[in-house]
């Protein structure tokens, strides 16, 4: 069965900011019984990349992660304004956070990030012929960049050393797609 059986009675929203709106919903869910559920949207898409140079090389940004008070190490990522050029939006990250510019942009995979509580959803690229350039940080971003061979990457995977979703979803979508 593939027909919605939620009934949506009305959204309140809760909280906004400019890059998310918390809401309530009062429901009726499946069984007819009412109910509320929270949902948080996202203002932004998000996008992630993985870029691969002619040695089979990638690189992966490490940065203090406030909501989660952990270190992480996670492919290079951000946020694009919905209704701009995803592609757009993606290039301009992987410059601010590594340098890097690439000719070869392939779509690999879309993502929806938690789909019991958002509505997010992550595009990721595979980025090859790279040629290096200079970053450009936001002000809220202080970044470690690590270039590693892609099998590596791959490795802090496996060893549960990388736990983002999105990179954990992109690095094995690209180890398929490399043959690795």
Known sequence: MTDNPWKTLKITPVYDN???????HDIINPAGK?????KVHFKNRAM????ID???NTWLIGQYRYP???????????GGPIGMDLLESAKRELKE?????????TEIMKIHTSNSVTDELAILYLAEELTQGETEFEETEVLQIKKLP???ALDMVMSGEITDSISVAGIL???RILGY
């Open 18 to 24: 400019p890059w998310i709106r918390l809401e309530q």
């Open 34 to 38: 009412p109910g509320i559920y929270g």
């Open 48 to 51: 992630a990349i993985i870029p």
């Open 54 to 56: 002619s040695e089979g």
């Open 68 to 78: 989660l008070d952990v270190y992480s190490w996670e492919i290079p990522m951000g």
């Open 97 to 105: 956070e590594t340098g890097l510019f690439a000719e070869k942009w």
């Open 150 to 152: 892609f099998p590596e």
């Open 173 to 175: 979508k690209a180890a």
